[in-house]
């Protein structure tokens, strides 16, 4: 059995999630999950150290400032305005289309309601709420690529 199967590692590292990410508006569930996504990455690779609950611990605030960047970093865009059912195709929302997996869905729900939260998301795209933030972040990286290879636009 993996030294992270064991549910009493939860309490090690989880409150802290919680507080540094309500302190800073993040969402504590999304940067739980990170946590233990890099700590699943790296027990792929070798070993967890021999202190597991200080080592979750410096993980969680290691995922929380990487959490913080992009917030740093990135300049929201505008969005281009809704077209109308009659006029031209609207370029992001045709890039969306073509995303893979979940991320059309996701995305298109945000940008048909871009003041849902979490919950509201998670119903109407039939995903768990933990699972938003990651994927979010993961469908507006394949955005990106997408709409630079296509147009350069970004």
Do not use: N
Not at 48 to 59: E, I
């Amino acid at each position: 059995m993996s030294a992270l199967a064991d549910t009493r590692l939860r309490p090690a590292f989880a409150p802290l999630a919680a507080a540094l990410a309500r302190a800073h508006g993040l969402d504590p569930e999304d940067l739980e999950q990170q946590v233990w996504l890099r700590a699943l990455e790296h027990t792929a690779r070798q070993r967890p150290p021999g202190d597991t609950s200080g080592w979750l611990r410096s993980l969680t605030v290691h995922e929380f400032r990487r959490a913080l960047e992009p917030a740093r970093t990135e300049t929201p865009a505008a969005l281009p305005p809704r077209p109308a059912a009659a006029g031209p195709p609207c370029i992001l929302r045709e890039a969306v289309s073509k995303l893979p997996g979940r991320c059309a869905g996701l995305l298109t729900a945000l940008l048909d309601e871009p003041d849902l939260d979490y919950t509201a998301l998670a119903a109407a795209t039939g995903m768990p709420r933990g699972s938003i933030g990651p994927t979010r972040s993961r469908c507006l990286g394949c955005l990106r690529r997408l709409l630079h290879d296509q147009a350069g636009l970004l």
